[in-house]
């Protein structure tokens, strides 16, 4: 509790009544960290439960960004709302996150059931992941019954990100469906959804045929959800009907079976465990300053003393 | 000090007489971290610091293999001996590096003035780049005069890994140069050399004016390097010999005026840093057991605490 508390509890009642202006400023709360950002999330906390997170991935220029805003237009047609965040754990600057806005915003900015933001890195990689899972409550509290989470690039940290999702959908392209590159990214384990997307490209079948044999060598349980494979072109919106089903039909079968409340358990444990790495990291940026700080490390610069045994020279003591 | 110590010390005085089996055999043991690691990483580092190290990295599909194999053929006919580090961030799995290798290794095999060796990522990324730091210090203290470090991918992480290196070669193709990707990637900032590679291709000349007109924007003072803009065709080694002359020039130059030095201090502060960062995520790991954890645990799961709360309850006492 601080003073900015009863000014943070407004801004979340007023986004709770629809307010976009004040949820975006919440949401430039939790991108920016630090204090205000927990009050945010000590406010949102009690209130979720209810939103559901799908999460987009795959390879740059598969065709997300396309895919997700036929995806939009497809959920609008049926009149339901929906969020969209557009994380870019690539980019640490914020040029990203502006371009990224400008170019998905053009087609939907206009529509009041749909809430788009972009997320950057604001330094730390593992803190983008713990702010957008702190985004997707805020949205998930102030009533977004869907939220799409839609990653750029397929590194370590963007699977991790995508991994925080409920339904996570994996997009491919013809031809792209080697399964080095598939492996490579980890994106085959943790697919609920795998779509072939620029579909109306030659090789949809080949690349249909290496993920059906991909998924073979996977050992599913007989209740396990099997990944649905499925294709869509995302510049014209067909499939997206498709896709917009599969995601429904794989959320049925994990409430059914549970699966999903603990997927969402397991979810909160790692979460909790990032936040009490990154209290101690910031313990250790503490650490880090003063004489005997300055000593040790003379003592490394002049090769006397090598950096594993001056780190633990300088932890001595402290734990 | 430990049981493995004296096997490892006559490890790496077999390494150093030039027994490259031993050389594979202690990269194992950094790669995979723990207690040998750190002995080999005390029995190095008062040996270190003739050796020179060259970051080579860009986007993917730029070229950087096929530029650093014509950069190791160039080296070679000037009967220098190189060695290679390949680092793979963006691959959770071993398969990257296993691949890797292969297709690099395959020219220069059987070269024995060339040493290549493939890492990619155990778990941690912080993990890799400090491997990655160990790797290099070991390949200079067993008598390498220059090791290549390439990256492959832009993400924060292979900047990271790159910033590493005593001259940072970035690899872009004609027709990429527009300035958002390589400000995206935040390139701009790191590069000491850039070099347009398939310069055989159409849009070299728009290429080069565009880093030009980025560098006029950054503001260099007069004594500092300024980023040199160079072509190559990797596939042929045309531009390799002027890259190894523009590293040659970079690397007086700031051995000249003292910059190299710093750059070298610093590199090993940031490397402190992040090792303390990591003991205390082990400590991290340690704490998050137990009866207490579980309990903690518990009532966040239930919704009656939130993630950052709990992580505040979770350290109470701990520092």
Chains 1, 2 share one sequence.
């Not at 490209?201 to 990944?227: C, H, I, K």
Request: charged content about 25%; hydrophobic content about 40%; glycine content about 10%.
């Amino acid at each position: 509790m601080d003073g900015r508390t009863p000014e943070i509890t407004k801004l979340f009642s007023d986004a709770c009544s629809g307010d976009r202006s004040a949820l975006a400023r919440l949401l430039s709360l939790i991108e920016r960290g630090g204090n205000d950002a927990r009050t945010v999330s000590r406010l949102v906390y009690p209130k979720t439960g209810s939103g559901y997170i799908v999460g987009i991935t795959g390879a740059p220029g598969a065709g997300k960004s396309t895919l997700t805003s036929a995806l939009i237009a497809h959920i609008r047609s049926l009149d339901q709302p929906v969020s969209v965040l557009a994380i870019d754990p690539s980019s640490p600057f914020t040029g990203g996150a502006i371009l990224g806005d400008r170019v998905r915003m053009q087609n939907h900015a206009t529509d009041s059931g749909v809430f788009i933001r972009s997320m950057a890195t604001r330094g730390h990689l593992g803190g983008l992941s713990l702010a957008t899972s702190e985004a997707v409550r805020l949205l998930d509290a102030v009533g977004s019954p869907c939220t799409l989470v839609e990653t750029v690039g397929v590194g370590q940290v963007e699977v991790e990100i995508a991994r925080n999702a409920d339904t996570i959908v994996v997009v491919v392209n013809p031809g792209w469906g080697d399964s080095v590159q598939a492996n490579k990214a980890g994106l085959l384990e943790i697919a609920d959804i795998f779509v072939i997307n620029k579909a109306d490209r030659p090789g949809v079948d080949q690349t249909r045929r290496d993920l059906e044999q991909m998924l073979e060598l996977s050992d599913f349980t007989s209740e396990a959800w099997r990944p649905t494979i499925l294709t869509t072109v995302g510049t014209t919106g067909e499939g997206a009907d498709k896709l917009w089903n599969a995601i429904g039909e794989h959320r049925a079968h994990t409430q059914k079976d549970g699966s999903l409340a603990k997927r969402r358990d397991q979810r909160l444990r790692n979460e909790l465990r990032s936040i009490i790495e990154r209290r101690l990291e910031h313990r250790a940026r503490e650490i880090c300053t003063g004489e005997r700080w300055d000593a040790i490390q003379n003592e490394m610069l002049a090769h006397t003393r090598d950096p594993w045994s001056s780190a633990d020279e300088m932890l001595h003591g402290v734990f």
